[in-house]
């Protein structure tokens, strides 16, 4: 825990962060439609900031990440696994009782941002991160990765999705990131950086970047086209992804908004 202009930061332990068991992941079901989950789900996982004056509050877990993805309804990836996956499901009862017949984003791509009560964030161009604060060479109070959840996706590829925070004594910063990766196919990285500085504590801003490619795609805006896994890949994790698709612009980027809320 660790506390800045106001504001408290809490994770859950890590020895606490455990993998759903049975019953955590049928309560998690219900809220999204009794759709399939992610293999390696962490349903205690949180990360928590509260703002003491106004009680505001932005939370990340697995639940509102994963209700997020079935409110979507995205269409799946069109490539050749994805049949083959959905031919899977078929004999469980959430998906042959589904009327009219399911159709699953067996990828678990969230468009999820983070859970905020208390306020509202809304599109700004006069708000922005403040990048040399988070350069600057302060002492770091406080740092946590947090899982939610992840998938190999039937060994066709990966998907994660996690939050970084860093509490210094002028500010705090969280990462929230989904990362995708179909063999072969597609790569995806949703990445939203949230920040408050102690000079304008009452004001968040969240800035949100999305990156789709498929190996054609990305070869033509000059990013690395070998879309698979393995530790040489250029996509082979969420920080490799985001290295090579940085390297060149950025690369593949379908969606930028910045937003910003006031307490």
């Known amino acids: 825990m660790a506390t800045c202009a106001g504001w408290s930061v809490t994770t859950t332990p890590a020895p606490l962060r455990h993998i759903a068991s ?15 989950l992610p293999e390696m789900l962490f ?3 949180e990360l928590k900031i509260q703002h003491g004056e106004t009680n505001a509050t932005l939370t990340f877990c697995a639940q509102d990440a994963l209700k997020e993805w079935a409110r979507e309804n995205a269409k799946a990836p069109d490539v050749p696994i994805a049949a083959k996956w959905q031919e899977s499901r078929r004999g469980t009862a959430a998906f042959d009782e589904a009327k009219p017949p399911r159709v699953y984003d067996w990828t678990f791509t969230t468009p999820y941002a983070g859970t905020l009560e208390g306020g509202t964030f809304q599109a700004t161009s ?3 991160i403040n990048r040399e604060m988070l350069l600057a060479r302060d002492p770091i109070l406080f740092y946590d990765e947090v899982e939610l959840y992840s998938s190999e996706l039937d060994d066709t ?3 994660n999705c996690s ?25 995806r990285l949703r990445e939203s950086r949230i920040f408050c500085s102690a000079d304008d504590p009452k004001t968040v801003v969240r800035e949100t970047t999305w990156h789709e490619g498929t190996p054609e795609t990305l070869a033509k805006a000059g990013a690395p ?9 250029p996509y082979g994790d969420a920080d490799a992804t985001a290295q090579a698709l940085g390297a060149v ?15």
């Open 225 to 233: 086209s070998d879309v698979r896994g393995g530790a040489s890949s």
């Open 126 to 128: 006069s708000k922005k």
């Open 43 to 45: 349903a205690t996982a």
């Open 163 to 187: 939050v970084k925070v860093r509490v210094m004594p002028r500010c705090w910063y969280v990462l929230c990131r989904l990362w995708l990766r179909v063999d072969g196919a597609l790569v």
């Open 22 to 36: 049975e019953a955590q992941r049928n309560a998690v079901a219900e809220t999204t439609s009794n759709a399939a």
């Open 157 to 159: 590829g990966a998907v």
């Open 249 to 263: 612009a950025p690369a593949a980027v379908v969606k930028h908004i910045v937003e910003s809320a006031e307490l």
